[in-house]
């Protein structure tokens, strides 16, 4: 994780840009779809995983949801709060796998949009984030869909791809690994996260382009 840390640390400053400049067109898609998801199960306390520079974070608070947002990278971290009084936190997934209390819990509902580049400790996080939730609570994950293998002619098997910010506009540099999964291995993996019920929306562009996965992971007791 912490190369991952330090590519986003190097490439805060463009990353803000590409965000504010709306350079990356599935956004328009990807954003709203996530927001449907989210303001359909009609949770109130939120934490946002991963929250990057806050653009989620902050739709939320000014929908009148109650958020928090949590970073492991604190440029990212200082831009949000320029941006929004929302509590925006310094911590790692080792931190909440370890498991720290996450401040303001216990949750609705945990969100993790476009976060998730790990291949181990997976399960471990998720579990122990279903940890801070109330009993009827429920975790989000956004992430790329799985057709971008093939689309990148790559094996549909899931690995490891080398460069995270390929294909973005922009100066990015040092780009991190990140490790991909196929839909099934998706489903295998989730499936260790205990007395939970999962299902699987499929984000697609007006011509029908798949473009992501959003995964709902819902407790049972």
């Given at each position: 994780?912490?190369?991952?840390?330090?590519?986003?640390?190097?490439?805060?400053?463009?990353?803000?840009?590409?965000?504010?400049?709306?350079?990356?067109?599935?956004?328009?898609?990807?954003?709203?779809?996530?927001?449907?998801?989210i303001?359909?199960?009609d949770?109130?306390?939120?934490?946002?995983v991963?929250?990057?520079?806050?653009?989620?974070?902050?739709?939320?608070?000014?929908?009148?949801?109650?958020?928090?947002?949590?970073?492991?990278?604190?440029?990212?971290?200082?831009?949000?709060?320029?941006?929004?009084?929302?509590?925006?936190?310094?911590?790692?997934?080792?931190?909440?796998?370890?498991?720290?209390?996450?401040?303001?819990?216990?949750?609705d509902?945990a969100?993790?949009?476009?976060?998730?580049y790990?291949?181990?400790?997976?399960?471990?996080?998720?579990?122990?984030?279903?940890?801070?939730?109330?009993?009827?609570?429920?975790?989000?994950?956004?992430t790329?869909?799985?057709?971008?293998l093939?689309?990148?002619?790559?094996?549909?098997?899931?690995?490891?791809?080398?460069?995270?910010?390929?294909?973005?506009?922009?100066?990015?540099?040092?780009?991190?690994?990140?490790?991909?999964?196929?839909?099934?291995?998706?489903?295998?993996?989730?499936?260790?996260?205990?007395?939970?019920?999962?299902?699987f929306?499929?984000?697609?562009?007006?011509?029908?382009?798949?473009?992501?996965?959003?995964?709902?992971?819902?407790?049972?007791?």
């Open positions: 994780m912490n190369e991952i840390i330090t590519s986003w640390e190097l490439n805060a400053a463009e990353w803000i840009k590409t965000i504010s400049d709306g350079s990356i067109s599935s956004r328009q898609f990807t954003n709203q779809a996530i927001l449907d998801v303001l359909a199960l949770s109130n306390t939120i934490i946002d991963g929250c990057g520079e806050g653009w989620l974070t902050t739709v939320l608070s000014n929908s009148g949801k109650q958020v928090v947002g949590i970073d492991a990278v604190e440029a990212l971290l200082q831009h949000a709060r320029s941006k929004s009084d929302v509590p925006f936190l310094k911590m790692t997934f080792e931190e909440i796998t370890s498991g720290i209390p996450i401040p303001h819990g216990p949750f509902l969100v993790f949009n476009f976060c998730l790990q291949k181990d400790g997976l399960t471990d996080l998720l579990t122990q984030t279903k940890k801070r939730l109330v009993k009827t609570g429920a975790i989000l994950i956004q790329l869909h799985p057709y971008f093939m689309e990148q002619q790559l094996p549909y098997e899931s690995q490891w791809l080398q460069d995270s910010w390929k294909g973005l506009d922009g100066n990015f540099t040092n780009g991190h690994h990140w490790f991909a999964r196929t839909f099934e291995d998706w489903h295998t993996e989730l499936q260790r996260i205990p007395d939970t019920k999962i299902s929306k499929e984000i697609t562009n007006t011509c029908g382009k798949p473009l992501s996965l959003i995964i709902t992971i819902k407790k049972t007791t």
